[in-house]
């Protein structure tokens, strides 16, 4: 009768199951609008359960307005319910994880290196030193013990003098430009960005629906002598302090350049300073944002100097802004988590990522050597490399050679992850033959091998592609 | 000379001590271009420190190109350097922490009853169990272990039948809403909402730039008879379990209307699913989803029933959306930080938040309980209570009454915080007799003072209109 059968070892409830079982044949049309429901007392002695089970099932049908009960009368089935139910498809998600032979991938810190144990025990400590206030509401802005560790260690570090008030704890780099996009990018202002940058960061923004503005980059970073009409912009992106992905440091002259570009047309400097703690030749550069504290907006993360799970980054934003930002963050995802924020508060008070990051300076710096070296073993002198010593990849120039659209492809399906500096392009074909190597996270055994494999691999690309006629270069 | 003094106490080394002020008097003008700078023996005796450390902050300059080093030739300013610094107000960011009389705010759970002792285990348990990978980026779609939780308690509280594959983890409610407006509202596509709604929800789609097209409310919430054309719509925002902050049940005839309607104007319902765990009359009612999973974007958060500050909520996502969330939330914030999501993993598979929210439905049904008592000791029968008995918050009418838009300026003045319906109509007008009383962070001697304390204020201001010979009920 009525189709239901009982799971009597499922966690479900029994009423939630006939309930269940009911509610599926109504809204299917199998039991139709009007039709009486049995009484409590017939269906549960059918399905062998209290009668009380069966009266809790009906007042959930009832609650949710499936079935009206009047007082005398059967309880019947509402009006209006039928809808055909349609097929859902069970999905596969499962992307066989490729086994990479050489993996250069750029922006990924040696998580081996990082002080896992004394993390946890921060952590552990922060948790249970937490006041139950901050377990509720706490505002967008972020702890404020953080904020005020961290203007300490902008001070110790780069010599950036901030107060706490001004910073801004965000969920990292790409939530702070997210954030930034939706307050500076009004009715189709456009934003000038560097040409290559991050292809994430881009997305970022033309997800956003900003249109962008293409400026070029050399050597020495933006070129400010390109800049286009600034009229209809709000914002610059920049990463003055090492430029991604060329590595270059943007001279002086044309930081003031670009502060009196952005004071005339009345527009924001975003200045990401994604990495610059990791300088191998002399001190970190000290952010642009030093220059006009009122007109850049620096934008700071801890995802590559300690991991990229902890999701914590900040923004030092000018008090104009305040408001805005707080606004939005309240309404975009509201706030960070406290522990995290509490625990990392500590690392910093403790002088440990100062630690950290000293011995994954050296670390890096001589993994750069190493793959330096390799790349003189395997290439000789067809290259040279791009950009200041500093950050966790290398971009090399192999004049001569031109790495197309499909390169990155072609090597994933030969186990190498690698990119080309096209692949961060906006304006193609004028970095076509650099490619970008990430290092920070290989051993230098790693780093030897992976130039060995993609040696090889090149060499036998230029092998077929001549015998198939082909006198290009592009490989 | 130069005007360098140096501290020797500070933690910042000297050479960036000695780089700083060299750069500051270059910046503004003091040293001009084409300066020479002393050589570094000269400035090193005066100083009186070594000449490796002028050397290095020599070469800090150098490499941000503020200075110019030529082999024989004296270091000299840089060309075109120049830019007058702007003075920085210091910024005051106190606020006077209001002393709350009365705090009838909504949407606040109980923290002191969280157990916050087992929620300290866990996470700690939970980051000593964290593989180092999970350090790294893991993808958008967060953690498996906590999806596959989440899934078998939706099927445990609510009988609801959904993959792991199908959720996505989110930094909460708001933070799934504001990603949807992303993914969802294109070229000026409306966005349908219950009127009177959340008004943080309302305006994380206004801030979004959606426009937003008021559907009444009433005490069975959305009256789909009511519904707009929905050509150009993209989405309707309800909240089926019970209304926010009307707290009605929408009725399956409603359910399956707006159902059909979605399916002829080819858009989405977004079921906010806020606080359904709490219903003190019956169980948990089974969410909209349930009956077309094709249709409806479900969105759950754990600030309610664990604690607010926790930032984890989740959407369940048709199919075809699952790309597109995962490239938005890769751009927007990348992901979840691991270590809360692993904790919740570990709450949710021992049954302790189904305990939990046992224990918290006992104490919140007692505490609402105890509101409607004391509304009936200082109100007597002057009042009815509005919607469904469930959530953390009573709507209540005081027919005849009129609470102006001033009206919880002027409370929060005398120290009590609540808010009318009005606060959170779009269209005013319709709801001026109704009050909003969140009880479920209060203690029942809380409720009962801050009851006593309100009927006197209204009492007061009363008396205040009727001697100002305002013959209207408005306060």
Request: aromatic share 8%.
């Given at each position: 009768?009525?189709?239901?059968?009982?799971?009597r070892?499922?966690?479900?409830?029994?009423?939630?199951?006939?309930?269940?079982?009911?509610?599926?044949?109504?809204?299917?049309?199998?039991?139709?609008?009007?039709?009486?429901?049995?009484?409590?007392?017939?269906?549960?002695?059918?399905?062998?359960?209290?009668?009380?089970?069966?009266?809790?099932?009906?007042?959930?049908?009832?609650?949710?307005?499936?079935?009206?009960?009047?007082?005398?009368?059967?309880?019947?089935?509402?009006?209006?319910?039928?809808?055909?139910?349609?097929?859902t498809?069970?999905?596969?998600?499962?992307?066989?994880?490729?086994?990479?032979?050489a993996?250069?991938?750029?922006?990924?810190?040696?998580?081996?290196q990082?002080?896992?144990?004394?993390?946890?025990?921060?952590?552990?400590?922060?948790?249970?030193?937490?006041?139950?206030?901050?377990?509720?509401?706490?505002?967008?802005?972020?702890?404020?013990?953080?904020?005020?560790?961290?203007?300490?260690?902008?001070?110790?570090?780069?010599?950036?003098?901030?107060?706490?008030?001004?910073?801004?704890?965000?969920?990292?780099?790409?939530?702070?430009?997210?954030?930034l996009?939706?307050?500076?990018?009004?009715?189709?202002?456009?934003?000038?960005?560097?040409?290559?940058?991050?292809?994430?960061?881009?997305?970022?923004?033309?997800?956003?629906?900003?249109?962008?503005?293409p400026?070029?980059?050399?050597?020495?970073?933006?070129?400010?002598?390109g800049l286009?009409?600034?009229?209809?912009?709000?914002?610059?992106?920049?990463?003055?302090?090492?430029?991604?992905?060329l590595?270059?440091?943007?001279?002086?002259?044309?930081?003031?350049?670009?502060?009196?570009?952005?004071?005339?047309?009345?527009?924001?400097?975003?200045?990401?300073?994604?990495?610059?703690?990791?300088?191998?030749?002399?001190?970190?550069?000290?952010?642009?944002?030093?220059?006009?504290?009122?007109?850049?907006?620096?934008?700071?993360?801890?995802s590559?100097?300690?991991?990229?799970?902890?999701?914590?980054?900040?923004?030092i934003?000018?008090?104009?802004?305040?408001?805005?930002?707080?606004?939005?963050?309240?309404?975009?995802?509201?706030?960070?988590?406290p522990?995290?924020?509490?625990?990392?508060?500590?690392?910093?008070r403790?002088?440990?990522?100062?630690?950290?990051?000293?011995?994954?300076?050296?670390?890096?710096?001589?993994?750069?050597?190493?793959?330096?070296?390799?790349?003189?073993?395997?290439?000789?002198?067809?290259?040279?490399?791009?950009?200041d010593?500093?950050?966790?990849?290398?971009?090399?120039?192999?004049?001569?050679?031109c790495?197309?659209e499909?390169?990155?492809?072609?090597?994933?399906?030969?186990?190498?992850?690698?990119?080309?500096?096209?692949?961060?392009?906006?304006?193609?074909?004028?970095?076509?033959?650099?490619?970008?190597?990430?290092?920070?996270?290989l051993?230098?055994?790693?780093?030897?091998?992976?130039?060995?494999?993609?040696?090889?691999?090149?060499?036998?690309?230029?092998?077929?592609?001549?015998?198939?006629?082909?006198?290009?270069?592009?490989?």
């Amino acid at each position: 009768m009525w189709g239901i059968e009982l799971d009597r070892a499922s966690e479900q409830p029994l009423k939630r199951q006939i309930y269940q079982k009911l509610k599926e044949r109504i809204m299917s049309g199998q039991i139709k609008s009007n039709d009486a429901l049995p009484s409590t007392r017939e269906l549960s002695q059918f399905l062998g359960v209290s009668r009380n089970t069966v009266g809790e099932s009906y007042d959930m049908l009832i609650a949710e307005g499936f079935v009206i009960s009047r007082q005398g009368a059967p309880t019947r089935v509402a009006d209006g319910l039928s809808i055909t139910k349609t097929y859902t498809a069970p999905f596969v998600n499962a992307l066989p994880k490729q086994e990479l032979k050489a993996d250069f991938r750029t922006g990924r810190p040696d998580l081996r290196q990082f002080p896992q144990f004394l993390w946890r025990q921060l952590l552990h400590k922060a948790s249970e030193e937490l006041p139950l206030a901050l377990y509720g509401y706490t505002g967008p802005q972020g702890l404020p013990a953080l904020r005020t560790e961290i203007s300490e260690w902008l001070l110790r570090s780069r010599g950036v003098t901030v107060s706490s008030d001004d910073i801004f704890i965000t969920a990292g780099a790409t939530h702070a430009l997210h954030l930034l996009a939706d307050l500076l990018c009004e009715n189709g202002k456009k934003v000038l960005m560097e040409d290559p940058c991050h292809s994430g960061m881009l997305q970022t923004f033309i997800l956003k629906g900003c249109p962008v503005v293409p400026v070029p980059v050399d050597s020495q970073g933006m070129q400010t002598q390109g800049l286009p009409d600034g009229k209809d912009a709000c914002a610059v992106y920049v990463t003055p302090s090492h430029q991604f992905p060329l590595g270059g440091i943007l001279p002086a002259s044309r930081r003031a350049a670009l502060i009196r570009f952005a004071r005339e047309n009345d527009l924001y400097i975003i200045e990401d300073d994604y990495d610059s703690e990791f300088r191998y030749c002399g001190e970190p550069i000290a952010p642009l944002y030093t220059m006009d504290p009122q007109l850049v907006i620096y934008v700071g993360t801890f995802s590559k100097t300690l991991f990229p799970a902890l999701r914590i980054g900040y923004v030092i934003l000018p008090k104009p802004l305040h408001r805005q930002w707080s606004v939005l963050r309240t309404h975009t995802d509201v706030q960070n988590p406290p522990f995290e924020q509490a625990a990392l508060a500590d690392f910093l008070r403790m002088r440990k990522l100062d630690r950290h990051v000293q011995k994954m300076r050296r670390i890096y710096g001589h993994r750069r050597q190493v793959l330096m070296e390799a790349l003189e073993d395997s290439f000789g002198s067809g290259w040279t490399a791009y950009g200041d010593a500093a950050g966790l990849h290398l971009a090399i120039d192999f004049p001569g050679k031109c790495f197309a659209e499909t390169f990155q492809e072609s090597c994933l399906q030969n186990g190498i992850y690698i990119k080309s500096v096209e692949n961060h392009c906006m304006e193609k074909g004028r970095h076509q033959s650099k490619l970008l190597m990430g290092y920070g996270h290989l051993e230098p055994e790693e780093i030897r091998n992976g130039i060995l494999i993609l040696h090889d691999y090149l060499e036998a690309a230029a092998a077929h592609a001549s015998r198939a006629g082909d006198d290009t270069k592009s490989i």
